[in-house]
């Protein structure tokens, strides 16, 4: 006998629910640079419509804004072959992406289609890519640790389950690799990694070599890179989101990663330049200001699940006071600053410890590693502000006995917090060796 089928249904209902039984229709009239112009369809901002270019693909296109009675929108696609007239028709469910549990391991695009060669996806659900962050009052509060794996992190920065931070730094520093180790050593159940602005070359590298079979695993990476057009590449990052937060309802601690904010906030700036946004800070348009919480917001802890969330950021020139930067600090729960000058000297991971802050390590850390942590940017601070005395040599041995137990202590710190990639180390290791410094002779050893 053939059981009933009525329970399969509810697969179904979301999709069902997309369907629009009119299609709404316009024509092409202008054709400008990144924007093009119709009249018609009947969409709102942020819809995507499709341009039915004759004997070619169609070529998707997102609306940004209106103008004169006319709809003006940005492609997703590559745009040759456009003529004045064609048919442009709104698109509807494409503002929502297919998720499962089979995304694991895949690498989509910004339609969050499968790039790798594999089979499709098998769709448990379709999210809405543009939610709303959830509101204060359904937040649970944030009281466990995540651990990555990098002691510098976990024993001075530590993070919680939940919890945004955000990872600064220019070119050259070693922000890839972190984040590779980050996704490999973690404890956390899912990795979603949005690849946001890559040049082609660096997307596969990071994948084989940073990521690994091991990481690749359990993490789900969507990837724009720099030559597809500024609507996809911010729709990679909001695509990203979707699929953390299928994760996240199914009761998973999901790590969240964009690489990077910066490229995310100049591809907007585009989007805002061509729809006549005037330019605000550097150039950057005010809807750049206005996306970067509606994305970040989406991270947090909740009820059945937590999307903790490493947020990289490019600082132009190292000036960690540019609008993006500043913008992203101020609305982030902490920030690790990577150092040129340590990268240089051949120090990884390159974090600046001084300069770095979780807002809720306080939380999260237990008492006695608070404490070590305390003493031991003591010792770090007190060896940096005598580094010049040092290294021209008018510093006596004697002279300070702080000093003098900062300097015995100096090589087994800078070692500490020295890590080859690919290294793991557990929290209770890390908070061991971190007792064993403040033991060891420094400043530390004043207080107790």
Known sequence: MTAPCWFNLARYESVVAAVEPMRRFGQVTKVAGLLVESSGPAAGLGEFCEILRPGGEPVRTQVIGFRDGGVLSMPLEETSGLQLGDTIVTRPGEARVAVGESLLGRVLDGFGRPMDGGPPIEAAARYDIYATPPGPLEREPIREALTTGVR?????????????????????????????????????????????GERNREVRDFIEHELGPEGLRKSVIVVATSDRPSPLRVRACFVALAVAEYFRDQGKDVLLVADSVTRLAMAQREIGLAAGEPPSQKGYTPSVFQMLPRIFERAGRFARGSITGFFTVLVEGDDMNEPIADAVRGILDGHIVLSRSLGQAGHYPAIDILQSVSRLASRVAGQEQREYANRLRETLALLQS???????????????????????????????????????????????????????????????
């Open 386 to 448: 005598s580094e010049d005395l040092i290294r021209i040599g008018a510093y006596t041995s004697g002279s300070n006995s702080r000093l003098d137990d900062a300097l015995r202590v100096e090589d087994h710190l800078k070692s500490f917090l020295r890590q080859r990639p690919g290294e793991s180390c557990t929290l209770p290791e890390t908070a061991g060796r971190m007792a064993q410094l403040c033991g060891a002779g420094s400043p530390a050893r004043r207080g107790e």
């Open 152 to 196: 510098a992190i976990d024993g001075f920065l530590t993070c919680g389950r939940g919890q945004r931070v955000g990872i600064f730094g220019g070119s050259g520093v070693g922000k890839s690799t972190l984040l590779g180790s980050l996704i490999k050593n973690n404890d956390a159940d899912v990795c979603v990694l949005a690849l946001v």
